[in-house]
T-cell receptor, first 112, second 116 residues
Framework: DGGITQSPKYLFRKEGQNVTLSCEQN?????MYWYRQDPGQGLRLIYY???????QKGDIAEGYSVSREKKESFPLTVTSAQKNPTAFYLC???????????FGSGTRLTVV | AQSVTQLGSHVSVSEGALVLLRCNYS??????LFWYVQYPNQGLQLLLK??????LVKGINGFEAEFKKSETSFHLTKPSAHMSDAAEYFC??????????????FGPGTRLSVLP
């Protein structure tokens, strides 16, 4: 079955460490997205990519980085510059930008 | 620019009662509107969407929503709540613009509790 796979489901990071969250899709979707979710704040867009080797900053890109070397993969790195990284991170994809998102099951990142 | 408001961060209903979750939007282009549901520690699942055509759209799990352009609303309803409907619900808007659509804008979410 086609879908989006996020891994790991739970991730713990020490202060000052970089961590990478994985997002893989086999839906043949062109566009992929990363959102951050905090309680009571809904979803906030971190980065998005419309096509391989191209990506754009969203509303809260500071302290994050991404790559899009393959159509199927859109990993998110949370760098040490992100001062408050504890959150639930959601990856999504769509056939074209803005049409019918499919979401992964999320990664919960906690700073310890 | 687009935006979404959802009236009520938390709504409680009794099992069997009507569910009404409110969503109002603003959009400078004809909107595409969506409702998503999220269960704890899971991703978002599409409930229903409006793009063009019939303004009353039916989705999964007995939910439906009506697009009212004059009221800039897209409220979600279900005639009879079930315990399994307890979840967080997000309204989202996007719009067709040029070769690529615009990104989604999500509302802040409404947590639905269903009381026995």
């Amino acid at each position: 079955d086609g879908g989006i796979t996020q891994s790991p489901k739970y991730l713990f990071r020490k202060e000052g460490q970089n961590v990478t969250l994985s997002c893989e899709q086999n839906l043949n979707h062109d566009a992929m997205y990363w959102y951050r979710q905090d309680p009571g704040q809904g979803l906030r867009l971190i980065y998005y990519s419309q096509i391989v080797n191209d990506f754009q900053k969203g509303d809260i890109a500071e302290g994050y980085s991404v790559s899009r070397e393959k159509k199927e993969s859109f990993p998110l790195t949370v760098t040490s510059a992100q001062k408050n990284p504890t959150a639930f991170y959601l990856c999504a994809s769509s056939i074209t930008q803005g049409v019918g998102y499919t979401f992964g099951s999320g990664t919960r990142l906690t700073v310890v | 620019a687009q935006s979404v408001t959802q009236l009520g961060s938390h709504v409680s209903v009794s099992e069997g009662a009507l569910v009404l979750l409110r969503c109002n939007y603003s959009s400078s282009v004809p909107p595409y509107l969506f409702w998503y549901v999220q269960y704890p520690n899971q991703g978002l699942q599409l409930l229903l969407k409006y793009t063009t055509g019939a303004t009353l759209v039916k989705g999964i799990n007995g939910f439906e929503a009506e697009f009212k352009k004059s009221e800039t609303s897209f409220h979600l309803t279900k005639p009879s709540a079930h315990m399994s409907d307890a979840a967080e619900y997000f309204c989202a808007v996007t719009g067709k613009s040029g070769n690529y659509g615009q990104n989604f804008v999500f509302g802040p979410g409404t947590r639905l509790s269903v009381l026995p």
